[in-house]
């Protein structure tokens, strides 16, 4: 199945309508690694399509006329059959997605923009139905423009205010199912058998883990490869040491932090730069601002841990309340709201690393300034950093609302729920602002202070401060 998967020589086929084979490739991969991830064998897996389980070109002669060929050609090919019989074994196709919609709900749940017509509606499918068990409001699930062949993940119904805002890309279906598998290789999602008894939610047959060892590793590979990149620039060479960062960003406090976190696992290996500014005004931590919050005891919470820190305090952001108040919007989790003042910088923020969406190694880049101003900082999905997502058509800049914790992060989530970037994408786009001369060094490590970032808003260089869209 290699051929199928999307690789810089095996790029998106440019085509004008559904990539039909490769999609059914890819969706009958997910079914085949899932299955096999919990010990069943192939054999036994019913590799009925959609198109047979719900009767064939007979039975779907009513909506046949409504699909465009590319879809029937998807449909006749993706299997659905281990779907169909929940008597004894069930099978969710992933994590997010329980598998197709069924002829009756293809066309149910779906807003439409605008300028959409009624002869036109029938463009937009819900082809893949959201998995209700994650608890999102409403759940619909992967909506296909069946025009071009495009995707985009809707958790919730409500999440069609910003995909059909006219303003958000659609990805190719192929793009989307190629991430889904890359989640399953990289261990982000686990099928598991029905021994399980671990401590992440089992939505049938998947967990997801809060991070996975080539989360540790990559990560650690992007800091490596930062102070070396920042280390080969400096006017003197100076001697690195194999002192690890632990203890400088706990104070000491070791028992703080789990053994088996995602931040106890990077800090203890990640080696001390033999400089001090690791990106612009922004040093390794040597306190934590939320440690002193009380947590339940025997709580799996953790709190959020600043790893790069700013001698400027975080911006503080307000948001005003339906009574009329202005009051403080904390980028943290409510539990941490008594601390209203706390050094910008970057943070790992997953708090709650058992809940059925875990990122421990997502991270927010917290700044002592807003961004949005000049309306050119974006996120990952291309939206303006202070948008209004909700509203139609052109934005309009005057009602941008400017954000201090928005840089680097993916905005909507064309594959998966929302969660923050994880912080192995921030470090490998540190260190292309290094190698590229985006960022100069000096005998401190990269100079510019936290002015810098002001860049990320103007519109010579905004484009050097957006992360690519990923899952």
Avoid at 9 to 21: F, G, I, K, Y
Avoid at 115 to 137: F, H, I
Avoid at 199 to 213: A, C, D, S, V
Avoid at 308 to 318: G, H, L, P, V
């Amino acid at each position: 199945m290699a051929e199928w998967r999307i690789t810089d020589e095996q790029p998106v086929r440019e085509l004008e309508t559904l990539d039909h084979e490769r999609c059914a490739a890819l969706h009958n991969q997910i079914v085949e690694l899932g299955w096999t991830q919990r010990g069943l064998a192939l054999d036994k897996l019913d590799k009925r399509t959609w198109w047979q389980c719900y009767g064939g070109d007979a039975a779907l002669a009513s909506i046949s006329a409504r699909l465009d060929c590319s879809v029937i050609s998807f449909l006749q090919a993706a299997w659905h059959g281990f779907a169909m019989d929940s008597s004894e074994l069930r099978h969710g196709f992933h994590r997010y997605l329980v598998g197709l919609a069924s002829p009756e709900q293809l066309w149910q749940n779906v807003n439409y923009a605008e300028d959409e017509d009624d002869s036109n509606k029938q463009r937009y499918l819900t082809l893949y139905m959201a998995n209700w068990a994650l608890g999102a409001s409403h759940p619909l699930g992967l909506v296909l423009n069946q025009e071009d062949g495009t995707a985009m993940q809707h958790m919730s119904i409500h999440d069609t205010d910003v995909t059909m805002n006219g303003r958000q890309t659609w990805l190719p279906l192929e793009i989307i199912l190629d991430g889904l598998i890359d989640m399953i290789e990289q261990g982000k999602v686990v099928a598991v058998d029905e021994d399980y008894d671990g401590e992440q939610e089992r939505t049938e047959p998947w967990i997801m883990p809060p991070y996975t060892e080539q989360d540790v590793q990559d990560t650690l590979q992007a800091f490596r490869s930062l102070v070396d990149a920042v280390s080969t620039r400096m006017p003197t060479q100076i001697q690195h040491t194999e002192n690890s960062i632990i203890d400088l960003v706990t104070g000491g406090d070791l028992d703080c932090l789990p053994s088996d976190s995602f931040a106890y696992r990077f800090l203890s290996q990640a080696k001390a730069p033999p400089f001090i500014y690791i990106a612009p005004g922004l040093r390794i931590a040597d306190h934590q601002p939320f440690a002193a919050v009380p947590l339940e005891e025997e709580s799996a919470e953790l709190f959020p841990l600043l790893l790069f820190r700013s001698t400027r305090s975080a911006y503080r952001e307000t948001r005003r309340a339906p009574w009329g108040e202005d009051i403080f919007d904390s980028p943290f989790p409510h539990e941490f709201h008594s601390i209203t003042t706390y050094p910008a910088g970057l943070y790992l923020t997953e708090t709650e690393p058992q809940e059925t969406h875990p990122f421990e190694d997502g991270c927010r880049l917290v700044l002592p300034f807003t961004l949005g101003n000049n309306a050119c900082a974006r996120t990952s999905d291309g939206a303006l950093i202070g948008e209004k997502l909700h509203s139609h058509g052109d934005i309009d800049v005057a009602s941008i609302k400017p954000k201090s914790t928005e840089l680097y992060q993916l905005g909507y989530n064309h594959f998966i729920e929302a969660h923050d970037v994880q912080l192995k994408h921030v470090l490998w786009k540190w260190v292309d602002m290094v190698e590229e001369g985006k960022w100069k060094v000096d005998a401190q490590g990269v100079v510019g202070g936290m002015e810098k970032w002001k860049e990320a808003d103007t519109e010579d260089v905004w484009q050097d401060y957006q992360l690519l869209m990923s899952w």
